[in-house]
C-alpha cells in the first residue's frame, strides 16, 4: 500500500477495500471519509482524462485541480477502459477483490456496460454496491444530480434567505458532501450487517433526500403553521408555507447575525439572545432600565419585537470589532460566534492545531491546505495524504492481481489502461 493510502497505527477500516468508481464530488466525498477511516480505496478512472474534476476550475494550468484534490486524498488511482473487453475482464477481477464500490454515474450507465447488480453480487456475493443518485425513481429520476437541484427540490432553497428576497442556495454543499456523508453511515451499516448475514448488498443514497433529511426542522415548522403563526420568526408570518426567516435561528431562544466594526461583508457576530442574559446584555447596551420594563423583561414580549430588540443589541455591536464582541458578550454570558470568512477559516490557528485544517503536500503543485477529517476515533487516527496522479497506483494495484510488467505495457499500449 502506498503512502497516499497508508497508515501507521491500526485503523477502523483496515483490510476494507472500496472499488470508487465516483467522480465530481459527491461519490468521491464519501469514498474520502472512507480513506480517512483507513480503507484502501482504490479510485478506478478513464485513461487519459480522469475524473473531470482534475480539470474542472483549474488554479493553474497542467495540475490536477484544487476542487479534485480536496476530495481524494489517501486514495490510490489507477486507469481502464471499462468499454473494452480486457478492460471488462479486468474489472471483473477487481469486483472479486473489493468489499465496497461506491459509484455515482448517471443511472443504468453500469448496467449498460454489463455489470448490474445481479452480476456483481454473483462476482462477489460480499459485495456492498453503493450509488449516489440526484433522486429516486419517480417523474425526476433522469433529472441531472447537481448541487443546486437537490438543494432547490429538497427544501433548502425555498427556506434560505431573506423574506423579500429569491430562494437562496447554501454556501454549504449539503447536496453533494451531504448525501456523501449519508452514504458513508449506510455503507458502514451495511458492512456490520455483513459480519452476521455474510453477504453484502445494495445501498443507494440521494441527494435530494439527503437535503431533505437535512431539512427537518422546516417541515416541522410547515406541520407547526396549522396551529398559528411561527413566532420565532421575524414579523410572525401568517402564510400558509414556511418562510425565508434571514438570519433568524428558528430555535426556542431568538438569534440573529448583528454588524460589527469596521463593516467589512463579513464582519458580523451572531447572538441568542436568552432570558438569563436578558440583564447582562442590557447592561452593556447602556440600557440597564429595560431589563425590568413589562415590555422588554419577558422573553414573550421580546419575541413580538425581534427587529426592534436586535437593532438595539446592533448599535452596541457597529461600535466594536467582531472579536472584541465576541470576548465581551462571552464574558457577560451572552452567547455568541462571529462570522468567519473562507480566508479566516484557513488562516485560523486553533482549527489548524485540532487538524481540521492540514496542510498537504502534491509533486505537482506543492503545498495546498484542505479540510482534515471531521472523524475523531481514539483509536484510529486520521492521517490526511495527498491525492493520486492519474493512474499513479496502476502497476501497483494491477500486480496485486496477478498482472506483470510485460502484460501491464501491452494494456497501455492498447488503450485499456
Known amino acids: 500500500m502506498t503512502e ?3 497508515t501507521h497505527a491500526p485503523k477502523a477500516l483496515a483490510g476494507v477495500r472500496v472499488l470508487d468508481l465516483t467522480h465530481v464530488q ?6 474520502q471519509l472512507l480513506a480517512w477511516l483507513g480503507a484502501d480505496v482504490i479510485k478506478l478512472e478513464p485513461p487519459g482524462r480522469g475524473d473531470v474534476a482534475r480539470s474542472q476550475l483549474r488554479d493553474r494550468p497542467g495540475v490536477d485541480s ?11 488511482s489507477i486507469t481502464l477502459n471499462l468499454k473494452a473487453r480486457q478492460g471488462k475482464r479486468m474489472f471483473r477481477r477487481l469486483v472479486a477483490t473489493a468489499d465496497v464500490l461506491v459509484e455515482n454515474r448517471d443511472p443504468g450507465v453500469l448496467d449498460r456496460l454489463g455489470f448490474p447488480w445481479p452480476v456483481l453480487r454473483r462476482l462477489n456475493p460480499r459485495l456492498v454496491y453503493a ?5 429516486g425513481p419517480g417523474p425526476h429520476a433522469e433529472l441531472k444530480g447537481y448541487e443546486v437541484f437537490a438543494q432547490a427540490m429538497g427544501g433548502a432553497m425555498a427556506t434560505t434567505g431573506f423574506p423579500d428576497g429569491p430562494p437562496t442556495a447554501s454556501g454549504a454543499q449539503i447536496g453533494d458532501a451531504g448525501a456523501g456523508v449519508h452514504l458513508v453511515a449506510a455503507v458502514l451499516a451495511a458492512l456490520y450487517q455483513r459480519t452476521v448475514t455474510r453477504r453484502g448488498q445494495r445501498v443507494q443514497v440521494t441527494m435530494q433526500e439527503a437535503v431533505l433529511n437535512l431539512c427537518r426542522v422546516k417541515l416541522r415548522d410547515q406541520q407547526r403553521l396549522a396551529h398559528g403563526p411561527l413566532a420565532e420568526y421575524p414579523s410572525r408570518p401568517r402564510g400558509p408555507e ?6 433568524a435561528s428558528g430555535g426556542g431562544q431568538p438569534g440573529w447575525a448583528l454588524r460589527c466594526a469596521p463593516g467589512g461583508p463579513n464582519d458580523y457576530v451572531y447572538v ?4 438569563q442574559g436578558w440583564k447582562a446584555l442590557t447592561r452593556l447596551l447602556g440600557r440597564p432600565e429595560l431589563a425590568d420594563d413589562a415590555g422588554w423583561a419577558g422573553q414573550e414580549a421580546r419575541r413580538a419585537k425581534l427587529d426592534k430588540m436586535f437593532a438595539l443589541v446592533e448599535e452596541w455591536t457597529e461600535r466594536h470589532e467582531k472579536w472584541r464582541v465576541l470576548d465581551i458578550l462571552t464574558e457577560h454570558g451572552v452567547p455568541c460566534a462571529p462570522v468567519m470568512s473562507t480566508r479566516e477559516l484557513l488562516d485560523d490557528p486553533t ?4 487538524g481540521a485544517i492540514v496542510e498537504v503536500e502534491h509533486p505537482e503543485r506543492g503545498g495546498f491546505r484542505t479540510v482534515g477529517s471531521p472523524l475523531r476515533l481514539s483509536d484510529s487516527p486520521v492521517e490526511v495524504g495527498r491525492p493520486p496522479l492519474l493512474g499513479e497506483h496502476n502497476a501497483e494495484v494491477y500486480a496485486e492481481l496477478g498482472y506483470g510488467a510485460r502484460q501491464l505495457a501491452g494494456l497501455r499500449a492498447s488503450g485499456v489502461i
Open 351 to 354: 482549527l489548524a492545531a485540532l
Open 26 to 31: 459527491s461519490g468521491p466525498s464519501a469514498t
Open 66 to 76: 484544487l476542487y479534485f484534490a480536496m476530495l481524494n486524498c489517501n486514495k490510490r
Open 242 to 247: 414556511v418562510p425565508r426567516a434571514g438570519n
Open 272 to 275: 441568542i439572545v436568552q432570558p
Open 4 to 6: 497516499a493510502a497508508g
Open 131 to 135: 450509488s449516489i443518485r440526484g433522486f
